[in-house]
Structures are given as structure tokens and as C-alpha cells.
T-cell receptor, first 109, second 113 residues
């Protein structure tokens, strides 16, 4: 079956670095996405990986290893506003987009 | 503001009823995606339309249907509503037929009582 796993919750300190992991088992692979979602709000796009390697975008970076079915989202210089849920999603061979249940990130001052 | 408009923002209806949720994509975007988000299930992909044609279907119930009109707005129809259909329904749009960067609307919160 299709499965995307990510930790349910994580806690980190303001100014620190945190890595949110995502592993997936899907029918084929056509790209992996990370979204940020604040409580009660719409998800906002963070990154898209289709090839192996690291994509950097400001304080956020996303890494993909297709052979391992693994991705991570790296957040640097954490700010209080980064407290949110982070959703990993994979587009499979039939163009279906499967989301993980999200990782709730708590930032402590 | 993502530029994607969803109406209504909130909807309360009774079991067995039928409702229609509406989505207007960002100007120029040809793709519309529908998602359901409930507390215990996370974000579930329902269906994707590109330029009026269905492109991909997720775990969408037979009681649910959708369409994209020539002006590119989309409607999601939910019928024979059950308590378990209570959720946030999001619409997202993107320029092409690949979800490389999608913009989400603010969602419609459906409560079935």
C-alpha cells in the first residue's frame, strides 16, 4: 500500500536547527513536497524535490534520496513563527498526491 | 492571500443532505486540486482537474463528485452526507498539470450534524 511516515511531534528551541524526516512507500514516484500549515490555516508550499540531493531556500532546505524512499526538511535559525505542522507529500506514478499526517513542531523560547 | 477563493467558508448541514463547495483558482492557473482534512486522517487527496478534464483521482467516495467548468472554477459536490464527512475541504491551484507549487485556498469547514 501507499504509506508516508513522519514523526507526530517535535520540539526545538528558538535559534536552533531542526530536521524533520519523512519516509515513503508509494506506487512509483513523481516528486516530493513539503508544506507548512499553521493551525486553522491553509497549507503553504515550502519545497519540491524530484531529483536526489539538497534544495536550499533561505532558512529551509529539503533533501531527497529516492533509492531510500527518504526525505528531510531542515529548518535553521528557528523562529517562534515556525511553530506549525509540516506536511510531507508524494506524487505517485498515477499523479495521486499522498500526504503524511504531518509533524507538529513546537518552538520553545 | 493565495489568490485561490473558496466559498462558503463555513457550512453546517444535516445528515443526508447535499452541499456544493466552490473554488476559484488563481488567475491563469489551469489545475485545481481538492483535499479533505480531518483531525484523525490528515490531508487526503480527493481529485485533480486540469483545464476541465479529470487528471487523477484519490480516495474520493462515490457520494462525492467534482467538475471544473470552462471558466476554470471548480465545484465539489457532497451528497448523502454523514457525520464522518465533517472536515475542512481545501482547494489548491497550480499553473500546469503538475503540482510543483500549488496555492491553497482558506478552505471550507463543513460540519454535518
Amino acid at each position: 500500500g501507499q504509506n508516508i511516515d513522519q514523526p507526530t511531534e517535535m520540539t526545538a528551541t528558538e535559534g536552533a536547527i531542526v530536521q524533520i524526516n519523512c519516509t515513503y512507500q508509494t506506487s512509483g514516484f513523481n516528486g516530493l513536497f513539503w508544506y507548512q500549515q499553521h493551525a486553522g490555516e491553509a497549507p503553504t508550499f515550502l519545497s519540491y524535490n524530484v531529483l536526489d540531493g539538497l534544495e536550499e531556500k533561505g532558512r529551509f532546505s529539503s533533501f531527497l534520496s529516492r533509492s531510500k524512499g527518504y526525505s528531510y526538511l531542515l529548518l535553521k535559525e528557528l523562529q517562534m513563527k515556525d511553530s506549525a505542522s509540516y506536511l510531507c507529500a508524494v506524487r505517485d506514478q498515477d499523479d495521486k498526491i499522498i500526504f503524511g499526517k504531518g509533524t507538529r513542531l513546537h518552538i520553545l523560547p | 492571500d493565495s489568490g485561490v477563493t473558496q466559498t462558503p467558508k463555513h457550512l453546517i448541514t444535516a445528515t443526508g443532505q447535499r452541499v456544493t463547495l466552490r473554488c476559484s483558482p488563481r488567475s491563469g492557473d489551469l489545475s485545481v486540486y481538492w483535499y479533505q482534512q480531518s483531525l484523525d486522517q490528515g490531508l487526503q487527496f480527493l481529485i485533480h482537474y486540469y483545464n476541465g478534464e479529470e487528471r487523477a483521482k484519490g480516495n474520493i467516495l462515490e457520494r462525492f463528485s467534482a467538475q471544473q467548468f470552462p471558466d476554470l472554477h471548480s465545484e465539489l459536490n457532497l451528497s448523502s452526507l454523514e457525520l464522518g464527512d465533517s472536515a475542512l475541504y481545501f482547494c489548491a491551484s497550480s499553473p500546469g498539470d503538475e503540482l510543483t507549487e500549488a496555492f491553497f485556498g482558506q478552505g471550507t469547514r463543513l460540519t454535518v450534524v
